[in-house]
């Protein structure tokens, strides 16, 4: 381990290199989607902003199986509450990043799965009921 310190490798790493970085896996699950999408849409466009402006900073260099659930959350969370609908799309693009790697055996499970939602902030916009007349219908 500390031969592979001093020569610059992270011991934690099972093999070196073996996985791709996140931005490497972004540009291939964008190129596979973009056969589905619309042509002049805007699909494209809004995946590679979203991921570039906000998880390409933070997560870009790392490596796919290196990427845990608590770097997810450090994407989302500063953009939680005042972005609400880009926080659902980062999320969703980091997902999809991140089945892919799943899909082809570079980690076991995807780190922006539904048990993160547990530990985000809830996302839904307060719900406001319509008062109710003396009768009990609504008005």
Known sequence: MARAITEGHDPRRRSACTAPTFAEVCET????????????????????????????????DMYVDAIASADTMDVLLPIGFTR??????????????MRWAVAQ?????????????????????????QPESRSGKTQ
Do not use: F, M
């Not at 609400?84 to 990043?97: E, L």
């Open 29 to 60: 699950v964008i190129a596979a989607r973009a056969g589905n999408w619309k042509s002049g849409g805007r699909a494209e466009e809004n995946w590679c902003v979203t991921l570039r402006d906000y998880a390409l900073p933070q997560n870009g």
């Open 84 to 97: 609400r609908d880009t926080a659902r799309s980062v999320r969703q693009g980091i997902g999809a990043v």
């Open 105 to 129: 055996g570079h980690r076991p499970d995807n780190p922006a799965s539904d048990a993160l939602s547990a530990a985000l902030p809830n996302n839904a916009w307060p719900c406001r009921h």
